[in-house]
């Protein structure tokens, strides 16, 4: 689902950002990515969040939904450890974008954002947050959650407020999700590319450790 506008504001004022859509069903696919690495690894409307060097020779894209448990389960167990083995070594490089499933997922996304600005080691720490305490802001009051979460990361509630409010935001991260639909054919999350391979639905490590070794060694 592509999170519109209307949508989105309209849940701001009716409901408190209250979910829209289900999450789609996950799936274990591998496929070939026909449209080339490039249109997978160049930004779109907002710059890249990574880490790991931008010249290493395997690039891993996520997409992701803030409120899907499937990539939330998949920070917890397999991203601490693809992060210790390649991240922090510098083998490769791990971005991660924004794909949000319904209204929540959007505005965790933008906290994301307003929080990092342009510090990628900090989005990915806040959005780290954001998942670990999924249950909390998803379930229950969610701009009041997210308020909270903001604060304690040094926003002022006013600065948590215009952020769930920004319009041009919400644009580039809708703009950014209608290009990874119709152009990659992102349809659920989790959704990876490993140098442009596709590979849908929650992936273990050894999935991973398997598919980078190998490319490593070409």
């Known amino acids: 689902m592509i999170i519109t506008r209307r949508a989105f504001t309209a849940a701001l004022s009716l409901t408190g950002l209250a979910a829209l859509a289900g999450l789609s069903p996950f799936h274990l696919i591998s496929e070939a990515f026909a449209n080339g690495v490039a249109d997978v690894n160049k930004p779109q409307s907002l710059p890249d969040m990574a880490l790991g060097p931008k010249d290493a020779p395997v690039t891993i894209v996520e997409y992701a939904s803030m409120t899907c448990p499937h990539c939330a389960a998949f920070n917890d167990n397999v991203f601490p450890k693809i992060k210790a083995a390649y991240i922090d070594t510098n083998k490769?490089?791990?971005?991660?974008?924004?794909?949000?499933?319904?209204?929540?997922?959007?505005?965790?996304?933008?906290l994301s954002r307003c929080i990092a600005k342009d510090d990628p080691?900090?989005?990915?720490?806040?959005?780290?947050?954001?998942?670990?305490?999924?249950?909390?802001?998803?379930?229950?009051?969610?701009?009041?959650?997210?308020?909270r979460i903001g604060k304690q990361a040094g926003l002022s509630q006013s600065q948590v407020e215009t952020c769930l409010k920004d319009q041009s935001l919400l644009d580039k991260i809708v703009a950014d999700q209608k290009?990874?639909?119709?152009?990659l054919k992102v349809d659920s999350t989790p959704t990876f590319f490993i140098n442009g391979e596709k590979i849908k639905g929650e992936t273990s490590f050894e999935e991973f450790d398997k598919r980078i070794k190998a490319l490593l060694k070409s």
């Open 179 to 183: 290009y990874a639909s119709e152009v």
């Open 92 to 110: 490769i490089r791990y971005v991660f974008r924004e794909f949000p499933l319904d209204i929540k997922a959007a505005a965790g996304s933008m």
């Open 121 to 147: 080691a900090k989005y990915f720490a806040v959005t780290d947050i954001l998942f670990k305490s999924q249950a909390d802001w998803v379930m229950k009051n969610t701009t009041e959650t997210l308020t």
